[in-house]
């Protein structure tokens, strides 16, 4: 299985649309995204700056995207307890993956993927409920496929297939490719050569986005939120690898991906960095 998460271009956050330059970076995405084969499906976040990033690649390839309120952005807000550390901010609201350093190195939980939700911080904004929401929503939709998350946090496949997008080469290998000498890396198929019998590609935001790609690896969205940047129209490609027959665990295989507008000379957008420069 092979999802793709497609940022949407330079918002326009006050209209929920895209800015100028956003309609110029759509431009030079659609014609990649047409050029993909073998979609099995699109999917939506409702929000209208992911609906305008999609719908020129859907409208030449005539196809829809179905709209999940879970893919919009990951956006709720909490506030600082009374009491906090930072007696300026107690009792102040904020995003909840908009901390300063201080505040999110300052709590170990933050990089727990059980206990980040149960920091004073996230308490306070009912993050958890919210959270637990993405992760049932990806969850109900990768089993309609066959992917079934297990309690151990990878998951079980149903109906496996040999997964086509990469091709073992081995000089003297045993049966199932244990042992020898590897002759050949792995070869990973290009992208416009999809020859997956599953792939997904969801129109949506960097938070909800990284929140998703948390849950599927086992990790805190925190330490993502905090640490990691894509760009808007930026293509990120998680890939599941399947080594024992009927289990399957995702690996990010690309990440931020934005070679469209380098090649077509658009210059990358730096929304989504906290924009709080030097702060004191």
């Not at 020129?56 to 995207?65: M, V």
């Not at 999940?68 to 007696?87: N, S």
């Not at 040999?162 to 045993?174: H, I, K, L, Q, V």
Request: proline share 4%; with cysteine; hydrophobic share 35%.
């Amino acid at each position: 299985m092979r999802l793709i998460f497609v940022r949407h271009g330079d918002p326009d956050y006050a209209n929920d649309n895209l800015t100028e330059k956003g309609k110029r970076e759509v431009a030079l995405l659609t014609p990649r995204i047409c050029a993909w084969n073998n979609i099995t499906a699109f999917y939506s976040s409702p929000m209208g700056r992911a609906k305008a990033t999609g719908a020129p690649a859907l409208e030449k390839l005539g196809r829809e995207a179905e709209v999940f309120p879970w893919l919009q952005e990951f956006h709720h807000r909490t506030a600082y307890p009374k009491g906090f550390f930072k007696k300026e901010l107690a009792g102040k609201d904020t995003m909840c993956w908009d901390l300063l350093p201080e505040i999110y190195y300052d709590d170990k939980k933050y990089f727990d993927k059980d206990l980040w939700t149960s920091s004073r911080l996230m308490k306070k904004g009912e993050i958890k409920k919210h959270y637990k929401q993405v992760c049932d929503g990806i969850d109900s939709l990768l089993a309609k496929y066959g992917y079934n998350r297990n309690k151990k946090g990878f998951y079980n496949v149903v109906n496996q297939k040999e997964n086509p997008n990469f091709e073992p080469r081995y000089s003297g290998a045993s049966k199932g490719g244990i042992g020898g000498d590897v002759s050949e890396k792995y070869q990973l198929v290009s992208e416009k050569n999809l020859e997956e019998n599953c792939t997904l590609v969801f129109f949506c935001h960097l938070g909800v986005m990284f929140t998703i790609i948390a849950h599927l690896t086992g990790l805190s969205p925190m330490q993502l939120w905090q640490s990691f940047y894509v760009a808007p129209t930026s293509i990120t490609v998680v890939n599941t690898e399947e080594r024992i027959r009927g289990q399957a665990v995702f690996r990010v295989e690309r990440l931020g991906d934005t070679n469209h507008l380098t090649n077509g000379g658009e210059p990358i957008s730096s929304s989504g960095y906290f924009c709080d420069v030097l702060h004191e």
